[in-house]
């Protein structure tokens, strides 16, 4: 039962960093297609 509780949480950690990574790479591709800073700043 121990093990089948770890599995789950681990597997909701990997799901989540899942979903922030892919919301990066999507902001990441869209930027590079219209120009622009990643993260709404002004690097100059």
Same mark, same amino acid.
């Given at each position: ?5 770890? *599995?789950? +949480?681990?597997? &909701? ?10 919301? #990066?790479?999507? *902001?990441? +591709?869209?930027? &590079? ?10 690097? #100059?």
């Amino acid at each position: 039962m121990k093990l089948t509780a770890s *599995r789950i +949480v681990i597997l &909701l950690i990997i799901i989540i960093a899942g979903l922030v990574l892919g919301r #990066l790479v999507v *902001r990441f +591709v869209m930027n &590079l297609l219209l120009g622009g800073t990643l993260f709404g700043g002004n690097f #100059l």
